[in-house]
């Protein structure tokens, strides 16, 4: 069984930072793409970051210039995210699949931007 664990939401003042972090665990195939997807209380779930086992990221328009995702190993991505804003509170979550097409989310992790 699969498990993506996310680690590292709460609550920040506007212009803060934060950093997020998951762990996958149980694939006997590997992680393939790793990233992360948001959504908001009333809102679609959107795009946020990815970054596939080589290296290729691909961030959601919103956030190009303030969160950086990185592959800590084939199995652990985070999500460094600063210069946050009240309009990035959501729940954020891990995601992973593997080169099979199988793909699996964490329970999510909030976030909360507010002075």
């Known amino acids: 069984q699969v498990r993506l664990e996310e680690s590292g939401g709460g609550l920040v003042q506007p212009g803060g930072s934060l950093r997020l972090s998951c762990a996958a665990s149980g694939s006997i195939f590997g992680y393939d793409t790793m990233g992360w997807y948001r959504q908001a209380p009333g809102k679609q779930r959107e795009l946020v970051a990815t970054?596939?086992?080589?290296?290729?990221t691909n961030y959601g328009d919103s956030v190009k210039g303030r969160f950086t995702v990185s592959r800590d190993s084939a199995a652990q991505t985070s999500l460094q995210m600063n210069s946050l804003k009240p309009e990035d509170t959501a729940t954020y979550c891990c995601?992973?699949?593997?080169?099979?097409?199988?793909?699996?989310w964490g329970q999510g992790t909030q976030v909360t931007v507010s002075s």
């Open positions: 995601y992973s699949d593997d080169k099979r097409g199988r793909g699996w």
């Open positions: 970054i596939s086992s080589g290296g290729r």
